[in-house]
């Protein structure tokens, strides 16, 4: 190795992210912001409808209106199939074809599901021209539940049936290690339906640009759909491009195509630049969200409090499409039975078709509904025992070493009771109930939340790291930016390695033609995967541009260090690295350079069954069954996982049902925190979504339709919900990532509902069942409310 | 964009003029309910007329009575020294309005004139038997509180008519309280109640009025609990009974936020909270 060890001054410092600025001043054009001279203004066409036929659809009237350029339906669509298996992906994924029609053809499946695509001159002649498209619904019977969905004889939202795609685990003896347990505890838990709630609804502009490219600038985590907008256009892949704008919000709402194919088409088919912004109403009704799940669990433990036992049952609900719901399943079978060491394990999970809408990837990925279930029932374990929360949780958590229900062999430390600990510690004194009528307690949740794609899926991402003459430096890199400083953190890192102050970098991100491509902006990846190739580009270019300072000073590379701006020799004399890059051009050495890095890579474990349109009749998979044989994949699904324990104390009104967090303590292991506060940002951001979807948010649909698509309805939490959260920073530095970081950017939403649950038991006896724990629900589960759930 | 005509008169005739001239004229005043109904466009009136032009913005304390104008903004209602010392519901009620953005330019008019059925001022100002003052093409008249909320969005005012302000008696020798319960703080409550209580010499209540919100399309007046509490001692059991007997009385509806039956328990709950409160209030207070 040439060149002195890098000195990564730069990590760990609380470093003000390039964007912070730019952000509050609103000088960034967000995807909405951007113009351009002749652009037309585009709107969707969506079915009122959850369930019906498509008996004629009829745009002459429409088409002649003032100011219309275009009307697209399904006939006008080259080729009308979109895959959405897995976004961004470049290797095959099994069997797994996820697919449905960009534009409906005969056939509805949940409200709000696109039918046709007007262009016009204004946003007001194109809202007009699209409610005067005439089309004919004959209504058909629906699905509106699971339960319902899985019945026999119930109508089916595909011709293949209601059932997308089920995994199962069976490890050791569930049955025996039950019977022979001291204590069993049952429970039954409900997660609710909810959205990103981003505050950037989808938005874009596409163009036909000068070379004649598609060219698209959108909010969106992956550039990668140019692909899929080709494939639609029925054009090379290298005539699209994708520019990602800074995203105002993406939790995983923004992996599947947004408004890129609507358009990609538009712009071809008119020659005309297109805007296309959806309105807060629309995201609301149509967007894909996150699953809502039945858990069923049965917890065995010995009298010391270890669990013996697990045995699971899931069932989620998909909506209309498949997305990513075969995978957001994995993720909740695989971390089914939490951060635990348990021998005896069953895991059947399900995911099924119905007209609601669509369910697809968002923060935590499937691996957080299970939170709710496996700590509520570790916290009855203790109770059960009379074992105090930190203790149970000690006494379970994993260790390096053991092996995880599907055969996954933990390969890093886990800090688990250190941050069980400490989260519970940090909560100090109790507070004293300030009224008879309120109760005070305290609850713990633990979770473990995969970062970076399943190991089959042969992930990988890409960046260029280069000097100019006078020294500035240049990151390009494809990875978006959703506001967790992904393109900071970027910088960071090579300003870090090349020895140039952050004054002196510029990072270009998000761009399917510039830069270099760098996969999704998902899974808690891309400081993982984009930090890493850009540390190797870093430190590649280094080693290239201290091999010419050798040369230059006649010493061993060895001997040199890259610092503020120039080469130092220890010997005392030094090169400015002006000088330096100019000796590289001398002597034909490039001052850029180009990293690939390939995450670990994996065979799958068994292979995907999914149901669905055109697919082969599903049938049951099993993903471990006993220890992994040789031969059969190593058990491997995830190349690691984060590890996290938060403590809330929360004031339970028994009079109202009102619950108040009084305090919040979020204690993770991130390996190691590249900027500390982007980390504590993406601690606190992932409690306060977490503390929604536990006391707030609920998608509430009547056979289907959207009863909260405003924020007025769909109740988001606002300035007075939220409380002081407190993050705790751990770093063991045993991550995959970049100086040994790990992902931290879905693992904070975990733990939130669970916490608030446990809390809320303690502080009244109460076991709240179902999400989100309103006042209401709080009261009837204290029995002082008698009647429906509402 | 939809495009609408836009006048900002000077005086209240020019006004009710314009509104009388046009159909489909829209005051706007704060503009914190209209102009988000025209954002969804919900409403698409063809001509607003602005009337934050007009001199209707002052606080006067007469004989008996605070005179609020029709363009006294929330903000003001929670800060004015008048009304937190003579109508202390006023200022307790509007610091529940949405946040400090909304309080500042929303007014005290468009409030009540909008009448959505969980806001807090129109139920304060039945509490209060206040008396709206209007102007209209026909002349002016006055509509006691108890009269002027009809419906969801629906008030007395005929389309040409303007509320200029709200006569309000002052609180003398009673306790008033202001209590209700929102799924997130700043948002139009599940319920609200305003209770006023006098209590005579001999300790028990003169006088009670008990009013909720969000109930139903209107403040509701709850004669059940006011009953039970006149000519008695107001003791905790008496208190608790009279929410019960107003919660026996009430029939809720169950919406996207919360079902009927959790709105019924509410409001007997916060109806007791706000009865305890208005009563130790006028068990302290000096008699005036
Ligand atoms: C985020 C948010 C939260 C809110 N939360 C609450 C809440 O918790 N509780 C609550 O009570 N309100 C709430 N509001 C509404 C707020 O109180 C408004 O200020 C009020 O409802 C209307 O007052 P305005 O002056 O803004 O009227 P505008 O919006 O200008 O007008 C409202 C209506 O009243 C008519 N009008 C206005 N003035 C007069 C007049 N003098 N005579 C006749 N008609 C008139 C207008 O033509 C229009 O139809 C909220 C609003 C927002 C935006």
Redesign the pocket.
């Known amino acids: 190795m040439s060149g002195a060890p890098d000195r990564p001054d730069l990590i760990g410092q609380r470093i003000p992210r390039h964007d912070a600025r730019d952000k509050v001043t609103a000088t960034i054009a967000y995807a909405a912001d951007w113009a351009m001279p002749g652009m037309l203004h585009a709107v969707v066409v969506r079915s009122p409808y959850p369930s019906a036929q498509i008996r004629r659809l009829d745009a002459a009237r429409a088409s002649a209106m003032p100011g219309v350029v275009a009307i697209l339906t399904a006939k006008d669509v080259p080729h009308n199939t979109l895959a959405t298996d897995v976004p961004g992906q470049t290797t095959t994924v099994g069997p797994l074809r996820a697919h449905l029609h960009v534009l409906a053809e005969d056939r509805v499946r949940y409200q709000g599901e696109p039918v046709a695509l007007v262009a016009a001159e204004t946003l007001e002649q194109a809202r007009a021209a699209a409610e005067a498209v005439e089309v004919d619904y004959e209504p058909l019977p629906g699905v509106f539940d699971t339960a319902t969905a899985l019945a026999p004889g119930a109508p089916r939202v595909h011709e293949a049936g209601n059932l997308l795609a089920e995994w199962r685990i069976a490890r050791g003896d569930v049955a025996a290690a039950l019977a022979g347990a001291a204590v069993v505890i049952d429970g039954e838990y409900e997660t609710s339906f909810v959205d990103s709630g981003y505050i950037e609804p989808e938005a874009g502009v596409a163009w036909i640009d000068g070379d004649g490219v598609v060219t698209i600038r959108l909010a969106t985590q992956v550039i990668e759909h140019y692909r899929d907008v080709a494939e639609v256009l029925g054009v090379p892949q290298n005539r699209v491009r994708v520019i990602g704008t800074y995203v105002g919000g993406g939790f995983g709402g923004k992996e599947d195509v947004t408004v890129e194919v609507y358009l990609g088409l538009l712009a071809w088919k008119t020659r005309r630049p297109v805007k296309m912004v959806w309105t807060r109403q629309e995201s609301l009704l149509s967007r894909a969200k996150r699953h809502p799940y039945r858990l069923r669990y049965r917890t065995g433990a010995s009298r010391s409090g270890e669990i013996v036992a697990q045995q699971v049952e899931i069932v989620g609900d998909s909506g209309a499409y498949a997305y990513l719901s075969a995978l957001v399943l994995l993720y909740s079978t695989v971390t089914a039975a939490g951060p635990y060491r348990v021998p005896n394990v069953a895991v059947h999970a399900r995911v099924a078709y119905t007209n609601n809408p669509p369910t697809s990837a968002m923060r935590g990925f499937g691996a957080m509904q299970v939170v709710f279930g496996y700590e509520s029932q570790m916290d009855r374990v203790g109770a059960a025992l009379g074992l105090d929360p930190v203790h149970v949780r000690e006494v379970n958590a994993l260790r390096r070493g053991d092996t995880l229900p599907v055969g996954q062999v933990i390969e890093t430390h886990v800090a688990l009771p250190v941050l069980a600990r400490r989260a519970w510690d940090s909560l100090g004194e109790p507070t004293p109930p300030r009224a008879p009528h309120v109760r005070v307690g305290r609850g713990l949740a633990c979770n473990l939340q995969p970062y970076g794609r399943i190991v089959w899926l042969h992930d990988w991402s890409s960046a260029w790291v280069g000097f100019e003459m006078d020294g500035s430096l240049v990151v390009r890199c494809g990875a978006p930016d959703v506001g967790g400083g992904q393109a900071s953190s970027l910088c960071q890192i090579a300003a870090g390695v090349l020895g140039v102050p952050l004054a002196r970098v510029s990072v270009h991100i998000s761009d399917s033609a510039l830069t270099p491509l760098s996969g999704t902006t998902t899974a808690s990846r891309q400081l993982y995967m984009s930090g890493n190739a850009t540390l190797k580009a870093a430190r590649e270019l280094r080693e290239q541009v201290l091999g010419v300072a050798a040369s230059m000073l006649g010493v061993a590379a060895i001997e040199l260090d890259l610092v503020e701006g120039e080469v130092r020799a220890r010997d005392g004399r030094t090169l400015a690295l002006k000088d330096v890059l100019a000796g590289c051009a001398r002597a034909s050495v490039p001052r850029s350079r180009l990293a690939v890095y390939h995450a670990p890579a994996g065979e799958p474990i068994g292979f995907m069954k999914v149901g669905g349109p055109d697919m082969a009749p599903h049938t049951p998979q099993t993903l471990a069954h006993g220890p992994a044989e040789p031969g059969r994949g190593s058990g491997k699904v995830f190349p690691d996982y984060t590890f996290g324990a938060h403590a809330a104390e929360v004031e339970v009104d028994t009079e109202t049902g009102v619950v108040r967090i009084l305090k919040y303590v979020a204690a993770h292991d991130v390996g190691r925190a590249i900027n500390p506060t982007s980390v504590e940002g993406q601690i606190q951001g992932g409690v306060v979504q977490g503390l929604g979807y536990g006391l707030l948010e609920e998608v509430l649909l009547d056979e289907g339709v959207n009863q909260t698509t405003s924020f ?1 309805s769909y109740l988001i939490p606002a300035a007075g919900d939220v409380p002081d959260v407190q993050p705790i920073v751990c770093e063991s530095g045993e991550g995959l990532g970049p100086y040994g970081a790990r992902g931290i950017g879905e693992p904070p939403i975990g733990p939130p509902a669970a916490a608030i649950a446990n809390a809320i038991a303690a502080a009244t006896g109460a076991r709240l069942a179902r999400l989100p724990m309103t006042g209401e629900r709080v009261l009837r589960a204290l029995g002082a409310l008698d009647g429906k759930d509402g | 964009m939809i495009p609408f005509e836009y006048h900002a008169p000077a005086t209240v005739g020019d006004a009710v003029a314009m509104l009388a001239a046009r159909d489909g004229a ?12 025209l954002t969804y466009r919900l ?1 698409r ?1 063809g001509v607003l ?1 602005d ?1 934050n032009a ?1 001199p ?1 913005a002052d606080v006067v304390r007469t004989n008996g009575h605070v005179r609020l104008g ?2 006294v ?2 903000h003001v209602l929670e800060e004015s020294p008048d009304v937190r010392r003579w109508c202390p519901l006023l200022a307790e009620a ?1 610091a ?4 400090a ?3 500042t ?12 059925p ?5 139920v304060a100002m039945v509490a209060l038997d206040a008396r709206f003052a ?1 102007v209209g093409a026909a002349g002016s008249r006055e509509i006691p509180a108890g009269e002027f909320f009809r419906a969801p ?1 629906t ?1 007395a ?1 005929a389309a040409d ?4 302000a709200v006569d309000v008696p002052v609180t003398r020798g009673a306790g008033t309280a202001f209590v209700e319960l ?1 799924r997130r703080p ?4 599940l319920v609200s109640v305003a209770a006023v209580v006098a209590v005579d010499r001999a300790g028990r209540v003169a006088d009670a009025r008990v009013v909720f919100g969000g109930l139903a399309g209107a403040p509701q007046r709850s004669a059940p609990a006011e009953d039970a509490l006149r000519g008695h001692e107001p003791t905790p059991e008496r208190i608790a009974a009279a929410a019960h007997a107003a919660r026996r009385a009430l029939r809720p509806e169950t919406d996207v936020f919360a079902s009927g039956a959790y709105r019924a328990h509410l409001a007997e709950v916060l109806a007791r909270r706000a009865l305890r409160t208005a009563t130790n209030r006028a068990l302290t207070v000096e008699v005036r």
């Open positions: 007025a | 829209k005051l706007l005043a704060g503009g914190q309910s209209l102009v988000p109904a409403a009136p007329v009337i007009l209707l029709a363009l903004r929330h509007v529940y309005v949405g946040n953005r909304v309080r330019l929303g007014t005290l008019g468009g409030s009540l004139a909008h009448a959505d969980a806001a807090e001022l129109p209007a969005l008030t005012l008519e303007i509320l200029t929102a700043g948002d139009f409550p």
